[in-house]
């Protein structure tokens, strides 16, 4: 995957990888990357939010303030996306249909309403970044997962976007919560939702996705067996398929 196109938004420009009208969207202390192996084939557009990749700095406060973003992010490209969003990603895209942000569809993957973090993750980012980092990728695959290239190639990518973004990310999804909206009936998805995530996800366990397909009426959840954080990567094709059935779906 290469540099991919430059497009500005406000005062910052962004690097979007890919063309199409599917919008990746990735999560916490990674960047465009991640999403090679469904560019190559589903096909669609990765975007390195701000502060992330190869695309501007930006002063961000919330994931809504990324929501934000993102609303202008697809007005400027004219857009009407299937948007594919991962953990924090999830979390943005949640908000961004808060906003009313423009979508034929979404898939939700490995999210959830709310996105806590164990206050010893931060504790060990202060204590030794790159050893955390480890640990942390080591959790986010399941117990039988044995893709020493592919968690080296995942520990490399957040350790190269800095113990402050990973740190920041994770302080920003630490206080993302939408459990209190979604129980008081105030979001509404106009568009179908996908809920994907692995059953053996120890970062965002399944119960979140089952709370998100029991507030969301018009989403279906698939669950992704022997699958941890990152279907995407640990099982391709199991997650490209449900990408092309979904999109299938939508042109019915």
Known sequence: MGDGRRIRIGEIEVNAAGDGDVLFIHGAG?????????????GGIAVDL????????????SLREYAEFL??????????????????????????MVLGGSARGAVL????????????????IERNFEETVGRFVRWMFSRGFDGKKITENIK??????????????????????LQEKYRKNEIRFECPVMIVCGNEDAVTPPHLSEFLKGYISNSKLAF???????PMVEKTEEFNKILREFQDELRD
């Not at 990674?30 to 589903?42: A, D, G, K, P």
């Not at 490399?156 to 919560?177: P, Q, Y």
């Not at 992704?224 to 990152?230: K, V």
Request: with cysteine.
């Open 30 to 42: 990674m960047n465009s990357r991640i999403w090679e192996r469904q560019l190559s084939s589903v």
């Open 50 to 61: 701000p502060n992330h990749g190869k695309s501007g700095k930006m002063n961000v406060r």
């Open 71 to 96: 609303v202008e992010f697809v007005e400027i490209v004219n857009l009407n996306p299937i948007i594919v969003a991962h953990s924090m990603g999830g979390a943005i895209a949640q908000e961004y």
């Open 109 to 124: 993957v490995s999210t959830g309403p709310s996105l806590k973090v164990n206050p010893r993750v931060f504790e060990g």
């Open 156 to 177: 490399r990518m957040i350790i190269e976007e800095g113990k402050e973004t990973f740190r920041r990310d994770l302080l920003l999804c630490d206080s993302f919560d």
């Open 224 to 230: 992704i067996h022997g699958c941890g954080h990152l």
